[in-house]
């Protein structure tokens, strides 16, 4: 691999804070040099136009349908959509069928991960057997095999009990669990947020209080067991406090949140467009204000695609029935990117929350411009216009929120480890 050197860049930088212009030289799929004046001589120089230069997206949380549900995403598929999206790591979910909760299937899905996608891919383990939460996994095996978190996704473990010992073998191990700060009783069979909207519209609802409940629950474990532990998504006002206080006390705790209720309220969902059900469901306007805000003060860290591919047959239904989940490895950059542009959120911030927090909650030395970091990178336009057509996404499965929105923010080009695996047409 010879050296290639990006001239005439915007870089942005998460870990400085800064958003300025200079060049950036990789080498051996790693960042060499990166400076304002005096580029060096390279084999290759890509001029990069004066377009962004950024740490490629680290996305945890992403659902790759193998085994079990192929014609939804396969690896080959959501590897090509990640590429096209400016991801360079996707961080995969066990919640596929059979669920990944031993070292085999484990095994399996990283070797398929391995031969079939252009990015990287590490795989989260289930937390509990089958992620029904009666009997913890083999944490410690599953490690072994390569699991870089464990969750049960949205089955939220009811025994208490169950989790705490969870909780107290994965500390032993240094683990990281994940969770899903959800009130299962009360979210039972929630299809809205409860509210004005969803009485008009006659929907089953859950109050924003079941998510802070089940964030106070898991809070109190935390603090009886001192584990590591990250909430999927914080999408309601209700629980900032109680994860502020539980960052204040010292608990080792990160929140992260979806690109959905960021950009999107509950009043989108409009005529029940299936597209827009959502697990949790879309909030209320003000609660995508405090969510941005946290964001923004550093209370939320990390902002995930939450990528969940679902077939025509189970969207094309009644809003109560249809499932839940939306495909957004493609939407995500450009979706953030609506933040930017409505000077919410500056681009080192949101690249903190896209690039470098989750790589730090992970351990992994991507999501930074650092020299010796590795060369991980994406190339974007931000200013580009588009309209979104859903039958151009890389995906198999097409069920965005964004299908026909006019969106701003390209990406040009994607490199891992410096090997590019994306370019635009």
């Not at 979910?93 to 996608?117: G, H, K, Q, S, Y």
């Not at 949101?350 to 994406?378: F, H, Q």
Request: charge should be negative; aromatic fraction near 4%.
């Amino acid at each position: 691999m010879t050296p290639t050197l990006f001239t005439n860049a915007r870089l942005i930088d998460p870990e400085a804070g800064t958003d300025a212009p200079g060049w950036l030289l990789i080498d051996k799929g790693v960042i060499a040099a990166r400076g304002t004046e005096d580029a060096p001589q390279a084999e290759t120089v890509i001029d990069c136009g004066g377009q962004c230069l950024a740490p490629g997206i680290v996305d945890i949380g992403v659902k790759v349908c193998e085994p079990g549900e192929r014609h939804k995403e396969s690896y080959r598929s959501a590897g090509l959509a990640a590429a096209a999206g400016g991801v360079t790591t996707m961080v995969t979910r066990p919640d596929t069928n059979p669920a990944i909760d031993t070292p085999e299937v484990l095994e399996f899905a990283r070797r398929r991960a391995n031969e079939a996608a252009p990015v990287t891919v590490l795989p989260m383990a289930a937390l509990t057997k089958g992620r029904t939460g009666r009997e913890m996994v083999e944490i410690g095996f599953l490690m072994d095999a390569g699991a870089v978190a464990f969750t049960d996704c949205d089955h939220v473990v009811r025994d208490t009990k169950v989790l705490s010992r969870a909780l107290t073998y994965a500390r032993s191990l240094g683990a990281l669990v994940i969770g899903h700060p959800q009130d299962p009783g009360l979210s039972a069979g929630a299809a809205a947020t409860s509210g004005k909207f969803a009485s008009l519209r006659g929907l089953p609802a859950v109050s924003p209080m079941a998510e802070r409940m089940g964030l106070d629950r898991d809070i109190a474990l935390l603090e009886m067991t001192g584990a590591r532990y990250h909430a999927d998504q914080i999408t309601t006002a209700r629980a900032l406090p109680a994860l502020a206080r539980a960052k204040k006390n010292g608990l080792d705790i990160t929140a992260g949140t979806s690109i959905h209720h960021l950009t999107l309220n509950e009043l989108d969902v409009s005529d029940y467009r299936t597209f827009f059900k959502l697990k949790p469901p879309l909030r209320s306007e003000d609660d995508r204000q405090a969510v941005i805000e946290a964001l923004r003060e550093g209370l939320i860290d990390i902002i995930s695609s939450m990528h969940t591919p679902q077939d025509e047959e189970s969207k094309r239904l009644p809003f109560e029935e249809a499932a839940s989940g939306a495909v957004a490895l493609e939407t995500l950059l450009p979706a953030a990117l609506r933040l930017y542009h409505a000077e919410a959120l500056d681009l080192p911030t949101l690249w903190r929350a896209m690039s470098l927090n989750p790589a730090k909650r992970l351990g992994l030395a991507s999501g930074r411009l650092g020299i010796g970091a590795p060369a991980d990178l994406v190339l974007f336009d931000p200013g580009k216009p588009f309209i979104l057509d859903r039958f151009a996404l890389k995906s198999k499965s097409k069920n965005t929120p964004f299908d026909g929105a006019r969106l701003q923010g390209k990406v040009m080009a994607t490199y891992v480890a410096g090997t590019c695996v994306y370019e635009a047409d």
